[in-house]
Nanobody, 123 residues
């Protein structure tokens, strides 16, 4: 069973940066595509960024150019570098994964989810 544990959330002022991490375990090397999602209370979960097994990346338009998704396969860790944060970026951020080779922002494709890490951005 794949397990995902996020960390790195916190409070930051508008324009600041945070780096989220997600440590994965219980899977075969290089068989997972992974992504970051976020949810604001009262709204549906939103895809933020995804990376496939070949390192290809996709981003939501709202974060493109400000956020960067990356992974360290030796550490089985997924990262989300968030720069130029805005109050609208405040949310619970989730790491997710599925067995497959393509990157995706579609929540329905994802089989495994972490518990989330909270990001707060003050204006």
């Amino acid at each position: 069973q794949v397990q995902l544990v996020e960390s790195g959330g916190g409070s930051v002022q508008s324009g600041g940066s945070l780096r989220l991490s997600c440590v994965a375990s219980g899977y075969t090397y290089l068989t997972l595509s992974m992504g970051w999602f976020r949810r604001v209370p009262g709204k549906e979960r939103e895809g933020v960024a995804s990376i496939n097994t070949a390192g290809g990346r996709i981003y939501a338009d709202s974060v493109n150019g400000r956020f960067t998704i990356s992974q360290d396969n030796t550490k089985k860790t997924l990262y989300l570098q968030m720069n130029s944060l805005k109050p609208v970026d405040a949310a619970m951020y989730y790491c997710a994964a599925f067995y497959g080779s393509g990157a995706s922002l579609d929540t329905d494709r994802y089989q495994f989810w972490g518990q989330g890490t909270q990001v707060t951005v003050s204006s």
